[in-house]
T-cell receptor, first 114, second 111 residues
């Protein structure tokens, strides 16, 4: 199994809703990433988990709350989002931190906030 | 922080043409990534290379570490190659392996 899966593929939510994005990999990777990509822009890093511990938070607003319950699963909990948070949310994983390994990306969740 | 520049930003080609996309970066790296993203889609890793050249089907990636430059070539281009091609390098500001991305090259191959 050499893929990263993300659910849901599409999500529409209101500003008062609470929802969660899910990312899963079974490659034994111990580094997992959340990126946010706005239309026609490159991805931007949000969070890095290394060995199930949050190691980087790129000054992301608290309405985004990441969680890594085990080495295969990464969640992103969403609450009180704003319309400008509408974007493609990409999950990625790699063997471990450091620069020498290939990073595998999921297909993304396209989020629309009304 | 590494700066990644890609050129051209947009590229239109006729089917069958040879395509070249360029990437330059400012800080020395151990590996560079070429990624592909179809419209509305997720990202697929095409190559990770640290020296020389790699080939996969009609795709060829080269890197010159001394010149901090890489190229992605597509031979005999096809409309299904239409996508955004992104060059990415490790963020050496930290040790967590996250990538810094170029702005991408939008390729459109006409039949």
């Amino acid at each position: 199994d050499t893929e990263v899966t993300q659910t849901p593929k599409h999500l529409v939510m209101g500003m008062t809703n609470k929802k969660s994005l899910k990312c899963e990999q079974h490659m034994g990777h111990r580094a997992m990433y959340w990126y946010k990509q706005k239309a026609k822009k490159p991805p931007e890093l949000m969070f890095v988990y290394s060995y199930e511990k949050l190691s980087i938070n790129e000054s992301v607003p608290s309405r985004f709350s990441p969680e890594c319950p085990n080495s295969s699963l990464l969640n992103l909990h969403l609450h009180a989002l704003q319309p400008e948070d509408s974007a493609l949310y990409l999950c990625a994983s790699k063997t471990s931190g450091g620069s020498g390994n290939e990073q595998f990306f999921g297909p993304g969740t396209r989020l629309t906030v009304l | 922080k590494n700066e990644v520049e890609q050129s051209p930003q947009n590229l239109t080609a006729q089917e069958g043409e040879f395509i070249t996309i360029n990437c330059s970066y400012s800080v020395g790296i151990s590996a560079l990534h070429w990624l592909q993203q179809h419209p509305g889609g997720g990202i697929v890793s095409l190559f990770m290379l640290s020296s020389g050249k790699k080939k996969h089907g009609r795709l060829i990636a080269t890197i010159n570490i001394q010149e901090k430059h890489s190229s992605l070539h597509i031979t005999a281009s096809h409309p299904r190659d239409s996508a955004v091609y992104i060059c990415a390098v490790p963020n050496y500001g930290g040790s967590q392996g996250n990538l810094i991305f170029g702005k991408g090259t939008k390729l459109s191959v006409k039949p």
